[in-house]
């Protein structure tokens, strides 16, 4: 997702590292990339170590060892399943099961925001069709 910075994360557990892959994949952490990237080509976004600084994320260092669980188990589970890309979002098989699996093994989030037709789905329709992101 055309973060140069990332190798200068250091996470004190490899659950962290793989909860917090996760997060960044999922629609809400796709969003928080997209809202603050910079754009200097359609269709792409890079963050650089400055704003990486200030960049919003789950605080993966907070979620509990049962949640830091989940979030390992899940991405043993999906790590080997192909992702499309960004522009294509809303029709992903994988992006939903995540953000439905991640929102709510992980998060605790209610089932409605989870449901078909719900915040989530309708988050990912409206990414697809931000004419930034499909360049």
């Known amino acids: 997702i055309g973060g140069r910075a990332w ?18 994949n999922t629609s809400l952490g796709l969003l928080l990339h997209w809202w603050y990237a910079s754009r200097q080509q359609a269709g792409r976004g890079s963050l650089g170590i400055v704003p990486l600084a200030s960049f919003p994320v789950l605080d993966v260092s907070g979620l ?4 830091l669980g989940a979030a390992a188990g ?10 499309m890309p960004l522009d294509e979002i809303d029709r992903d098989p994988v992006r939903a099961e995540l953000d439905n699996r ?5 998060l605790g989030l209610p089932g409605p925001v989870l449901a078909r037709g719900g915040p989530l789905e309708i988050l990912r329709a409206k990414l697809a069709a931000e004419p930034s992101i499909r360049g």
Do not use: H, M, Y
Request: net charge negative; glycine share 6%.
């Open 7 to 24: 190798l200068s994360i250091q996470l004190a557990s490899e659950d962290q590292e793989k909860a917090l892959v996760l997060w960044g």
């Open 102 to 106: 991640f929102g709510r093994e992980v």
């Open 64 to 67: 509990t060892a049962a949640q």
């Open 74 to 83: 899940l991405f043993d589970a999906i790590c080997t399943k192909p992702l």
